[in-house]
């Protein structure tokens, strides 16, 4: 079957010709008589399947046979590049028609959307939460609308945009074809099919596995080691361009971060971004510019880009259907993928539906069993054994990798899990005995430490005879404290008792803490501390 069985106009056969459409994909073969026939149309197909397509082109079809100066046709559409792109294609399908449309969504000038909707373009595609806005300061003139389409619609609904949708729906005429598609149907779906469609024709495009030229990897493996992973499967593997998806958008922007300060030129888009950010980082991302893009599931679905060569799942995606969109992004137009996904203990359940769904497509992997990570699992084993004064004193580049990982868990935790993730105290520096041996040298040849010595043992003594009795403020304070006067200076930095320490020990702390400190050292110290200046 090829287009020209649909009996389309002349002018929207140009446009096909144009970018090359010559035979309808499934969706397309099956919903475009159904619109033709100006009934409701409930279709559902992943991305990926022509949807786009399937409303867009009998819709220009039918704007074609009934001009007006109106209004006739509204897209809604979950997110801003998935608007843009579906104008794209408007404007690419219909350069020979002549007919217009804008996209009114956030981010963007609204004064010139408003202009472009009181001009009245054939064919508005806009995100629901900046349409909301344009009525709320203009009177829209939605009673010449014929058409509704409501694309992503699960989508919308994960994103919270039913009441929006709903508020939308109310202000058009009863009168009017509308379309849904959708990859799921939830019952909230189900119920708004329900409420707004009449008697609609229902298409299904199953579900479809992973396409065979996709290689599918997913790697059990703690959540602080998941950074270091991903730096050894893009040092690992043949690849030029690369989707990193995250759950948050939070964890996206530090995962950004992170890759840049690791030298891996990145780019990141999410819901949060302003739209200049958003259409930098994607022109970027297409253009090579910049190999590495981190998004959240802004970028599963719909976003049409040719000549990914790898996924990565950072995150395991809740759904089945999100996985196969994900990694549907690769392995495109006849061309092999890889999709890697790294599954920590909370994944497990979630990522066995995916699992179930895949098959044998998938193969299972350990940290430890991927080239140069063959001691990693023994290290992790190694290091769960030691105390936190061991951890401590790592090499610098283990300790980097760990800050690192701590870093990007910091994203997916609560405040509380974050501050003890930043809490890192440096281990403690002792005395070597050649420092302690020269420091004794030192102290030697100055007869008035001796003295100075001598007199802070007198006041010692006199103190456990009367506790209530102190030579200066500070002594008096800590007079009554018996248990902290047999502590060892070593332990105790902040201890102000009276027991005789070495006198090496002494003299080295007093440096040490007027090395950091414009302030000198009081009492003993001080006066120690004196002696060497």
């Given amino acids: 079957m090829t287009f020209n069985d649909f009996d389309l106009h002349d002018d929207l056969k140009a446009g096909l010709r144009d970018i090359g459409y010559t035979e309808p994909t499934p969706i397309q073969e099956q919903s475009i008589p159904i619109i033709l026939e100006k009934k409701d149309l409930i279709g559902a197909a992943q991305t990926g399947t022509g949807k786009t397509g399937a409303f867009v082109i ?66 508005i595609v806009a995100t629901p939460g900046r349409l909301i806005d344009q009525t709320k300061v203009l009177d829209i003139d939605f009673s010449h609308v014929k058409f509704l389409i409501l694309d992503e619609a699960d989508r919308m609904l994960d994103m919270g945009f039913l009441p929006d949708v709903t508020k939308i729906i109310k202000k058009l005429p009863t009168e009017r074809q509308t379309l849904l598609f959708s990859a799921t149907m939830p019952d909230q779906i189900k119920k708004l099919a329900n409420d707004f469609m009449k008697q609609p024709e229902k298409i299904e495009i199953a579900i479809e596995k992973p396409s065979g030229s996709i290689t599918q990897k997913a790697y059990f493996v703690d959540q602080k080691d998941k950074l270091k992973l991903v ?9 030029e361009s690369c989707i990193i998806f995250c759950a948050t958008k939070r964890g996206t922007d530090e995962l950004e971060r992170l890759l840049i300060k690791k030298g891996i030129k990145a780019g990141s888009i999410h819901g949060d971004r302003d739209q200049d950010e958003r259409n930098k980082s994607l022109h970027e991302f297409k253009s090579g510019k910049v190999p590495v893009i981190v998004a959240t599931d802004v970028l599963a679905r719909g976003i049409d880009i040719d000549n990914i060569s790898m996924i990565i799942n950072y995150d395991v995606p ?25 599954v920590n203990k909370k994944d497990r359940r979630a990522f066995s539906a995916i699992q179930d769904k895949v098959g044998d497509q998938l193969e ?30 790592k090499s610098p580049d283990k300790n980097t990798d760990k800050s690192s990982s701590k870093e990007s868990k ?50 010692s003594s ?67 501390k004196a002696l060497f200046s």
């Fill in 410 to 459: 910091k994203e997916q935790t609560d405040t509380k899990k974050v501050a003890e993730a930043n809490d890192d105290p440096k281990p403690k520096k002792k005395l070597t005995k050649k420092e302690i041996e020269e420091a004794n040298k030192r102290v030697e040849n100055l007869d008035s430490v001796d003295v100075i010595l001598k007199g802070s043992k007198k006041r």
């Fill in 318 to 342: 809740r759904q089945v259907e999100d996985y196969v969109h994900r990694i549907g992004r690769t392995g495109r137009y006849d061309k092999s993928g890889i999709a890697v996904t790294f």
């Fill in 231 to 239: 730096q050894e499967v893009l040092d690992e593997t043949e690849w």
């Fill in 364 to 393: 299972i992997l350990e940290m430890n069993k991927k080239g140069g990570n063959s001691s990693n699992k023994s290290e992790r084993s190694e290091n769960k054994n030691q105390d936190s004064d061991k951890k401590r004193r």
């Fill in 462 to 528: 006199k103190k456990s005879d009367d506790k209530k009795k102190s030579d200066s403020g500070s002594d008096r304070s800590n007079s009554g404290k018996g248990k902290s006067r047999r502590k060892s200076a070593d332990s105790d930095k902040k201890s102000n008792n009276n027991e005789p320490v070495i006198p090496a020990e002494r003299i080295k702390k007093a440096t040490k803490r007027n090395q950091k400190s414009l302030k000198p050292a009081k009492g003993f110290l001080g006066l120690i």
């Fill in 58 to 123: 009998p819709v220009l079809h039918q704007i074609l046979q009934n001009p007006s100066e109106h209004t006739q046709a509204l897209i809604l559409s979950p997110t801003r590049e998935l608007a843009q792109q579906i104008d794209e294609q408007i404007f690419a399908l219909g350069y020979h028609t002549g007919i217009t449309s804008a996209t009114i969504i956030g981010g963007e000038d609204f004064s010139k959307q408003a202009k472009a909707i009181r001009s009245g373009i054939d064919i």
